[in-house]
């Protein structure tokens, strides 16, 4: 059953990725990766939200939101391929905030929604 939930959340999470992606990058003429860095910021904020409130959701929740959906939605390669063509391209302010905002800001986000969700859920 379990693998069953993360295959059914990825199928959910990998086009979500793909066309939020295209949607967020076809608005910026930049070379800088929005697309990317937002559904990484997005999945960061759900999974917040899903570990702030822990066991008062199901386990199966967290498997097929946490593990599926955000398993696929997210992507660290990407991420990594995009910094680098980033060097590759002359574009080292850019490469060098993609890292640092994306990890600073991932962090910020999961904290930001795993408090909030322990607040709200008491």
Known sequence: MTAVLVFVGAMVGAPLRYLTDRFVQSRHDSLFPWGTFSVNLAGCLILGALAGAGTALPSQVFTLVGTGICGALTTYSTFSYETLRLVEQKASLYAVLN???????????????????VALIG
Do not use: D, E
């Not at 991932?106 to 909030?116: E, H, K, N, R």
């Open 99 to 117: 890292a640092a905002v994306s990890i600073i800001a991932g962090l910020g986000l999961v904290l930001l929604a795993f408090t909030t969700t």
